[in-house]
C-alpha cells in the first residue's frame, strides 16, 4: 500500500507552492497531474503576481522563465469605431523586485515551478487522473488515481485540481456553480519579433504592457478584452460570464474574432501570426458563496476554491499559491498534534481570513454581481460619451460654441446626468 | 511579412489546428439525448469555445471531443452534459497556455 504524508490533486500553481512548502519540511508529498506534464493544462490571462512566489523561490526570476515585468498598463474604453484610453508607466516597476508582476505562459512557467517542487523531493505522477477521494471513516484518507493500483493513501489530501472542479463537488464542498459565477475565457497566442512588441508599445528590453478593453471590446457585455505583451508573442484574449454569453446566444471566438478586429485592437496585432487557441473558465464565485475548504482529511486550494479577485486587479495565481502555502503551513500544524480532522484543520481558514486573500474576496467578491446591475456601465456610456467626444473635435465651419452644444445636446438626450455620475460612483467603489 | 501586415485572419478550425492534442478514442464529453430532444436553446452548439458540439441532420447532438480544449464551459451553461477528465495524458497539450 502506497502511504505519503500528503497526496495532491493537481500540479498547478496552488498544489506545487504546498508541495514545495510541505517537503520543505521533510514530508513525503505526491503530486498527481493529469497532463502530459506540468502546465501542459494550464492558463490564465498572462499576469502572475508574485508576492508568494518571491518567498518561496527569492529572486526567481532570475532563474524562471518569465516573459517581461509589467510597467506600463493601458485601460481603454471602446465603442464600434472609436476608443478612449488612459495609459499609465512606472519607471520605478523597472527595478527588482518589478512590482512583482510578470507576464508568464503557463506551459513554460508551471512546469519550471513543478521542477523546483521535484528537485525539492516531491514526487510529481503525470498523466495520471485522480477520479475519486478515498474515505475512511468519513475522513478523506487517500486518493483513487485513474491506473492499475492507483489507490494511494495519505494522512492529508489537497485538492489543487482547478476551476472546473469535479472532485470538490463530487465530495460535496462546492455546488456545480451558476453560469453568472464562472467567466469563460479565449485567448490566442501571436507571435510579434522582439524589437517590434517593443517599439510599437514604447518597451524597453524585458519591459513589459498590461493593455485591459472594455464596452465596445465584448459587444457591451460585462466582461474584457486583454493584450499583454510577452518576450516575441502577445497573449490576446476576451472573457465574459457565460451567463451573459447564454444570454447573447454568443459563440466565444465569435467575441474573440470581433475584438482583434476592431480597428484600434487591429493595428496593435500587425505583423503577428497566431500560434496557439486556448480557453479557460475563471471562477467568480462571490464571497458568501465560495465554497466549503475543509473537510476531515481535505483542504481546497487555488481555483477549486474560488480564490480571483476579479476587480481590475485580476489576481488569481498569487491568491492560489498563497492558499497552497497556507494548507501545507496548516498541515505542518496539524502534525504536531496528528488532528487532521476539519477541526484540526481550521488553521486554514484562519490563515486565509488574515490575509489579503479573504480581504480582497470580501471587498472584490460581488463586483460582477454590481457590475451586472449597470449594462448601461458598457454600452451606453461608452457610445454617448464616445460619440460626444467625438463631435467636441470634428471640425466643421460651425462656431465652435455652436459644435459643443450640439454635441452637449446629444448626449444628454440619451443618457440622464444624474444616473451617470451615480452609475460611476457605483462603479468606482466597486472596481478600485 | 512585413510588420505592418494584417494578422492573417483564421477559421476556427484552422486554429484549433495549431493545438496539440493527443487523442483518445473515447469520448470524455457525454450528452443525454432524451433532454437534447426537449432542450429549446441548446447553448452547447454556440458556447464551446472549441465548438465541439454540432447537430446533424436529424437534429441529435454529435460531440467532436478530439478538439476539447478542457475549459468546462459546457458544463455550467448545461445542467445534463457529464464531463469527465480525459484519460492521463490525453486531451488538450498547451505549448504556450
Not at chain 1, 503557463?106 to 523531493?121: L, N, P, S, T, Y
Not at chain 1, 475543509?294 to 483542504?299: F, K, P, V
Request: glycine letters at 8%.
Amino acid at each position: 500500500m502506497e502511504k505519503f504524508d500528503c497526496v495532491i490533486i493537481g500540479a498547478g500553481p496552488a498544489g506545487v507552492a504546498a508541495a514545495l512548502t510541505l517537503v520543505r519540511k521533510g514530508l513525503t508529498v505526491a503530486v498527481f497531474e493529469r497532463g502530459e506534464y506540468p502546465g501542459s493544462k494550464n492558463l490564465f490571462g498572462g499576469v502572475l503576481y508574485s508576492t508568494v512566489l518571491n518567498k518561496l523561490i527569492p529572486e526567481f526570476w532570475k532563474e524562471a522563465s518569465v516573459e517581461r515585468h509589467i510597467t506600463k498598463r493601458r485601460y481603454s474604453i471602446l465603442s464600434k469605431n472609436s476608443e478612449m484610453a488612459v495609459e499609465f508607466g512606472f519607471e520605478d516597476f523597472n527595478h527588482p523586485p518589478f512590482n512583482n508582476s510578470f507576464t508568464v505562459l503557463r506551459a513554460k512557467f508551471d512546469r519550471w515551478f513543478a521542477q523546483k517542487a521535484e528537485d525539492a523531493g516531491a514526487v510529481i505522477f503525470t498523466e495520471t487522473v485522480v477520479d475519486d477521494f478515498i474515505y475512511d471513516k468519513g475522513k478523506v484518507s487517500g486518493i483513487k488515481a485513474r491506473r492499475e493500483g492507483g489507490d494511494v493513501y495519505a494522512d492529508v489530501v489537497v485538492c489543487a485540481e482547478g476551476a472546473n472542479s469535479l472532485l470538490t463537488e463530487k465530495a460535496g464542498l462546492k455546488k456545480k456553480p451558476l453560469p453568472h459565477q464562472m467567466i469563460t475565457a479565449v485567448k490566442e497566442i501571436i507571435s510579434i519579433p522582439k524589437d517590434v512588441i517593443e517599439d510599437r508599445f514604447n518597451l524597453s528590453d524585458n519591459e513589459g504592457m498590461a493593455l485591459e478593453f472594455f464596452g465596445g471590446a465584448v459587444k457591451g457585455m460585462i466582461g474584457s478584452g486583454f493584450i499583454y505583451t510577452n518576450k516575441d508573442s502577445l497573449s490576446v484574449g476576451v472573457g465574459c460570464p457565460i451567463s451573459a454569453m447564454k444570454e447573447n446566444n454568443m459563440k466565444p471566438n465569435d467575441l474573440l474574432e470581433s475584438f482583434k478586429s476592431h480597428p484600434v485592437v487591429k493595428k496593435l496585432l500587425r505583423g503577428g501570426k497566431t500560434e496557439e487557441l486556448s480557453a479557460k473558465m475563471i471562477p467568480e464565485l462571490g464571497y458568501k458563496t465560495l465554497p466549503k475548504l475543509i473537510a476531515d482529511g481535505l483542504l481546497i486550494v487555488g481555483d477549486a476554491g474560488g480564490f480571483v479577485n476579479p476587480s481590475l486587479y485580476r489576481e488569481g495565481t498569487n491568491m492560489a499559491m498563497y492558499s497552497g502555502v497556507a494548507a501545507a503551513e496548516t498541515i505542518l500544524e496539524a502534525r504536531q498534534s496528528g488532528d487532521f480532522s476539519e477541526k484540526g484543520l481550521q488553521g486554514y481558514i484562519k490563515k486565509l481570513e488574515e490575509s489579503f486573500v479573504m480581504e480582497d474576496l470580501e471587498r472584490y467578491g460581488d463586483v460582477p454581481e454590481k457590475l451586472s446591475e449597470m449594462p448601461q456601465l458598457f454600452k451606453e456610456y461608452p457610445d454617448a460619451i464616445l460619440k460626444m467626444v467625438q463631435g467636441y473635435f470634428t471640425i466643421s465651419d460651425l462656431p465652435k460654441d455652436e459644435l459643443h452644444r450640439q454635441a452637449w445636446n446629444g448626449f444628454k438626450d440619451n443618457i440622464s446626468m444624474w444616473k451617470l455620475l451615480l452609475d460611476m460612483y457605483k462603479a468606482r467603489k466597486a472596481v478600485l | 511579412m512585413s510588420i505592418l501586415q494584417p494578422l492573417e485572419q483564421k477559421t476556427l478550425s484552422e486554429k484549433l489546428f495549431l493545438v496539440r492534442f493527443k487523442t483518445d478514442t473515447e469520448s470524455h464529453l457525454k450528452v443525454n439525448p432524451e433532454k437534447c430532444k426537449e432542450c429549446k436553446d441548446k447553448s452547447c452548439i454556440y458556447i464551446c469555445p472549441a465548438e465541439v458540439y454540432k447537430l446533424d441532420e436529424k437534429e441529435n447532438i454529435i460531440i467532436s471531443y478530439e478538439g476539447c480544449l478542457e475549459c468546462g464551459t459546457c458544463r455550467i451553461a448545461c445542467e445534463f452534459i457529464e464531463w469527465m477528465n480525459p484519460k492521463g495524458g490525453y486531451g488538450v497539450c498547451y505549448r504556450y497556455g
